[in-house]
Nanobody
Framework: QVQLVESGGGLVQAGGSLRLSCAAP????????MGWFRQAPGKEREFVGA????????MYADSVKGRFTISRDSAKNTVYLQMNNLKPEDTAVYYC?????????????????WGQGTQVTVSS
């Protein structure tokens, strides 16, 4: 079992920035792929982005491409989601997840472990 802990959420005005962090206390996930998802009230959980175990490959949902950046610091065993130019429609609970599968994936069914989520609220 891998426990993931997200942090960094909060309230921000439209156009602002936030950086989310995802850590696995006591564990290393340097060989795993990591993903970020989000879920707005009344909506399905949707893919935001993913990063390979090496950090050399990333993929993003079209809705966040050019605004969000995923990175990882293996020394700190932490994955980040830098969110710039935030919009009210980015308001959601954001989750990080670990995938042991092959290749980057946007399918939540291919992620094995999930964090508890952190709330991001963007005001207009």
């Amino acid at each position: 079992q891998v426990q993931l802990v997200e942090s960094g959420g909060g309230l921000v005005q439209a156009g602002g920035s936030l950086r989310l962090s995802c850590a696995a206390p006591g564990r290393t996930f340097s060989s795993y792929k990591m993903g970020w998802f989000r879920q707005a009230p009344g909506k399905e959980r949707e893919f935001v982005g993913a990063i390979s175990w090496s950090g050399n490959s990333t993929m993003y949902a079209d809705s966040v491409k050019g605004r969000f950046t995923i990175s990882r610091d293996s020394a700190k065993n932490t994955v980040y989601l830098q969110m710039n130019n935030l919009k009210p429609e980015d308001t959601a609970v954001y989750y990080c997840a670990v995938s042991r599968g092959i290749g980057l994936s946007s399918s939540k069914g291919l992620y094995n472990y999930w964090g508890q989520g952190t709330q991001v609220t963007v005001s207009s």
